[in-house]
């Protein structure tokens, strides 16, 4: 009789550590290893390279003209997983307009890390002079224009756990004409 009772012992022992050690597991999971959004944060650099064509001389309403502009896209990952990511484009919008796109190159962003990415944003500026309000917007001194992009990758866990995620971002960007500066204002939200 007693091997039995502490065999009952031992077993309720068991249970109870398991039941613990699986709510303290649970607690972690939706407290601090609750994922959160990343922060991203964009840094226009300045001009970089201006392409002038034409249609051909006669024809010059077919004239075009593409800005680049180079910039640093800074990403504060604020969670306890790394990211890792695959090559994305973003697509650069003015009033419903797709007017420019930004090539962002795969990269990893370690867990509670921060990144820089180099790239260019390259912008149609026929696209964006064709339409009605942008002189309006010139000269009421602001030019308001938003991002869109979702990065597709995964996120690691300790070494251990690797979880599909995507990260859609969009940012809000204010170029302001008179105080030649730029407001950047990013929105992500994790999706896994």
């Not at 699986?22 to 392409?51: H, M, Q, R, S």
């Not at 994305?88 to 190159?105: H, Q």
């Not at 690691?156 to 730029?182: H, Y």
């Amino acid at each position: 009789m007693g091997t039995s009772r502490g065999l009952k012992i031992c077993c309720a022992v068991t249970a109870i550590f398991i039941v613990m050690i699986a709510i303290i597991f649970t607690i972690l999971a939706f407290t601090v290893f609750k994922p959160k959004d990343p922060e991203i944060t964009i840094y226009p650099l300045g001009l970089e390279n201006i392409g002038f064509g034409l249609g051909g001389i006669s024809n010059l309403s077919t004239a075009n003209v593409n800005v680049s502009v180079a910039m640093i896209v800074a990403i504060n990952n604020r969670n306890y997983g790394s990211f890792k990511f695959k090559n994305a484009t973003a697509f650069v919008n003015y009033r419903g307009d797709v007017v420019g796109t930004v090539p962002i190159e795969q990269a990893r962003v370690p867990a509670h890390g921060k990144l820089n990415i180099s790239t260019v944003a390259a912008f149609m500026m026929d696209r964006l002079i064709s339409n009605a309000s942008f002189w309006e917007d010139v000269l009421t001194g602001s030019v308001n224009l938003s991002t869109d992009a979702t990065m597709h990758g995964k996120v690691t866990m300790f070494k251990v756990f690797k979880i599909q995620a995507s990260v859609p971002s969009r940012c809000d960007i204010s170029l302001f004409i008179q105080s030649q500066s730029v407001e950047s204002i990013c929105k992500t939200k994790i999706k896994l």
